[in-house]
């Protein structure tokens, strides 16, 4: 259950930048790559726990997973690594090499418009 | 309105790791980060360690547990300079958790940091803790499907250490199916097969330590 440090420190920036601009978030995107093993179901879980009483409460989380690359040392090819079958779709070479995983970002919040009162 | 930030979410845990990396090199501390699920034998592995090495590498241990200082224990009772770290619940460590840890070891005193991580597949992989390599221990018992289905922790693998291989022949345990699962994930890491209550293939596993501290 890494997700609740996740969701800390995401809350943590969250407000941070909700204090500086004096509005309420709404919509958070972040990203992780497939070797954070993180899990959208504990991750949701542990977002909901840390926001709670904070103005963050019920705001929408968006969890994106970015596939991880591998190169075939074969052909050259740039593909997306299954774990299920593991090799080139292209040689069928099972030799290659992973890219760098995606790192966990968070990549934009979303707040309300200081005008839209009630709004959505 | 929105706000385009593309912050690394662990960037806190990310520069202590660093701070760890600087005290590292500043001290000539070769540091290893130890990952595996509890019971794979890693104090054992340690305490045996130490105690082959005793003359040739000056050992101190930082030891993660959710609760209680028995691993601490068990290598002060083997010889070496022990730091407790219990977590109350976190399932892994941080760097700024080693950062204390490192504080209260004699750290002039010592050539090499083992961090014994709390036992745990998953999340302790998602936390640099500034280490300058990583072992990852799977034992026997375990069975042989780990690799494939922790594919990360596999992946950031230096060494991977395969313990209690004195069992082999006791139980199900397809060896050569750890070992293609792992050339998938990870073909830069050392594999060693072990057994740290037997001694059996301790010596590999200390030729690579001594060699990778002679290249520091």
């Keep these: 259950m890494h997700e609740t440090a ?17 509005a309420r978030p709404v919509r958070a995107v972040i990203s992780c790559g497939q070797f954070n093993a993180l899990n959208d179901e504990a991750m949701r879980f ?4 840390a926001t709670e009483g904070t103005v963050c ?28 079958t593991p090799a080139c779709p292209e040689c069928k070479s099972e030799h290659f090499n992973f890219q760098a995983d995606a790192p966990l970002l968070l990549e934009e919040i979303e707040f309300e418009n200081p005008n839209d009162k009630g709004g959505l | 309105m929105k706000v385009n930030l593309n912050t690394r979410i662990l960037s806190k845990n990310e520069q202590a790791a660093e701070q760890n990396r600087v005290f590292l090199a500043d001290h000539k ?19 045996r360690t130490i105690t082959d090495l005793k003359d040739k590498l ?14 601490a224990q068990r290598i002060r009772a083997a010889g070496a300079a022990a730091i407790q770290i219990e977590t109350e619940g976190a399932c892994h460590l941080s760097a700024p958790q080693v950062n204390w840890a490192l504080n209260n070891l004699p750290v002039n005193d010592l050539d090499l940091v083992f961090i014994e991580n709390v036992g745990n597949l998953v999340c302790p992989s998602a936390f640099d803790l500034g280490e300058s390599g990583r072992v990852v221990v799977l034992s026997i018992p375990e069975g042989d499907d780990k690799p494939a289905k922790y ?29 293609s699962d792992i050339a998938v994930l990870n073909s830069k890491a050392i594999i060693v097969q072990i057994s740290a209550a037997t001694g059996q293939g301790m010596q590999s596993w200390y030729d690579w330590l001594m060699a990778r501290l002679a290249s520091r």
Excluded: W
């Design chain 1, 57 to 84: 409460d019920a705001m929408q989380l968006v969890i994106k997973h970015i596939p991880l690359r591998a190169k075939c040392d074969h052909c050259d090819r740039l593909f997306e690594f299954d774990i299920y």
């Design chain 2, 29 to 47: 501390l070769a540091c290893l980060n130890l990952i595996s699920s509890p019971g794979s034998g890693k104090t054992t592995l340690l305490a």
């Design chain 1, 6 to 22: 996740v969701a800390q420190s995401v809350l943590d920036t969250i407000l941070e930048q909700a204090d500086k601009l004096s």
């Design chain 2, 151 to 179: 594919p990360g922790t596999f992946a950031n693998a230096d060494v991977i250490l395969i313990n209690k291989i004195d069992l082999i022949s006791y139980l199900k345990f397809d060896l050569q199916r750890v070992l």
């Design chain 1, 46 to 49: 542990a977002f909901e726990a």
């Design chain 2, 58 to 71: 000056r050992i101190g241990v930082i030891e993660g547990d959710i609760k209680t200082d028995y691993d």
